[in-house]
C-alpha cells in the first residue's frame, strides 16, 4: 500500500525547533512534488510547504516563510520540513502527500501524520 510515514512531533515551547521526517513507502519520491499540510482541530486542512521533483523548487505558505525549510533526499525517499521559531499557532497535524507537480490538486498517498503541540 502506497503512503507516507510521519515522524518527528512533539510538544515544544514557543521558539523552539522541531524536524519533521516523511518516508514514503510502497513508492518512490523522485518522480514526485511533495507537500506538507497541516490541520489544527476546527480548521481547514492547509498546504505548508511544498518541494518539486525535477528541479527542487520549494514553496511556502506566508505563515511560515523564513521559520520552516523543505527538502527531500530521494535517495532516502523521505522528505523533511525544519521547523524553526514555532509558535503557538503551529499547533496541528503534520502530513504529506504527493502529486505530479506543487500545483496540483490531486495529492495522494497520505500517512496518518505527527502531531506537533507549541506551548506558549
Known amino acids: 500500500q502506497e503512503q507516507f510515514v510521519e515522524s518527528g512531533g512533539g510538544l515544544v515551547q514557543s521558539g523552539g525547533s522541531l524536524r519533521l521526517s516523511c518516508v514514503a513507502s510502497g513508492f518512490t519520491i523522485d518522480l514526485y512534488a511533495v507537500r506538507w499540510f497541516r490541520q489544527a482541530p476546527g480548521t481547514e486542512r492547509e498546504g505548508v510547504s511544498c518541494?518539486?521533483?525535477?528541479?527542487?523548487?520549494?514553496y511556502y505558505t506566508d505563515s511560515v516563510k523564513g521559520r520552516f525549510t523543505i527538502s527531500r533526499d530521494n535517495a532516502k525517499n523521505t522528505v523533511y520540513l525544519q521547523m524553526n521559531n514555532l509558535k503557538p499557532e503551529d499547533t496541528a497535524v503534520y502530513y504529506c502527500?504527493?502529486?505530479?507537480?506543487?500545483?496540483?490538486?490531486?495529492?495522494?498517498?497520505w500517512g496518518q501524520g505527527t502531531q506537533v503541540t507549541v506551548s506558549s
Open positions: 502527500a504527493v502529486d505530479d507537480y506543487c500545483s496540483g490538486q490531486e495529492w495522494a498517498y
Open positions: 518541494i518539486s521533483s525535477r528541479d527542487g523548487d520549494s
